[in-house]
């Protein structure tokens, strides 16, 4: 009997070592965890960090791509970054009548394929000490840095900081940044 209270206490530490283990691996980002069993947008509507972004996205109606298999790499600025905007800028690009810009904001955002930290600085070291990626909205990116210490430039000059990396998804993975990126 001593034998298999002592197996089952082993199959039980593991089990608990094991589910700890695959917590830690989902991130949290706005207080929420992000499942990479779940897509960009199951995952986005639970970040309280992130709630203009769905906001945005639901006016774009890109819900359902970004439901999509993708795989995508979404530079997801926070509600702080939007914040930053000039003032009633978020409140204009909303209405109806802005869908295009909108679009064209939130698809700059979108790069096709998974980017996730260690293929970034693998294209940057490739680059030169940069990597250029043309996002969904058809400009480019540029993102420099090395590690988790990476910083994207957009089309106007404008650099924003990825603060949480390697946000995994079922189709794609999220970068967090910390400012909203302009395409020309």
């Not at 979108?110 to 260690?118: L, M």
């Amino acid at each position: 009997m001593t034998k298999f209270k002592l197996l089952g206490a082993t199959a039980i530490a593991a089990f608990a070592f094991a589910a700890s283990a695959m917590a830690a691996t989902d991130p949290m980002v706005g207080g929420a965890a992000m499942y990479d069993s779940k897509n960009i947008i199951e995952n986005a509507v639970n970040s309280k960090d992130h709630t203009t972004l769905v906001a945005a996205v639901k006016a774009g109606g890109l819900v359902e791509t970004l439901e999509g298999a993708g795989p995508f790499t979404v530079f997801a600025p926070t509600n702080e970054a939007f914040a930053a905007l000039p003032a009633g800028t978020v409140d204009t690009l909303l209405k109806p009548e802005n869908k295009p810009t909108l679009d064209k904001i939130l698809t700059y955002h979108v790069v096709a394929g998974r980017f996730d930290a260690a293929a970034l600085g693998q294209r940057i070291m490739s680059g030169g000490g940069k990597a250029i990626l043309k996002t969904v909205q058809g400009d480019a990116l540029t993102i420099t840095g090395h590690g988790k210490n990476l910083m994207v430039t957009d089309d106007q000059g404008n650099t924003a900081t990825i603060t949480i990396a390697d946000v995994y998804q079922s189709n794609g993975v999220i970068l967090v940044v910390d400012k909203v990126l302009m395409p020309n």
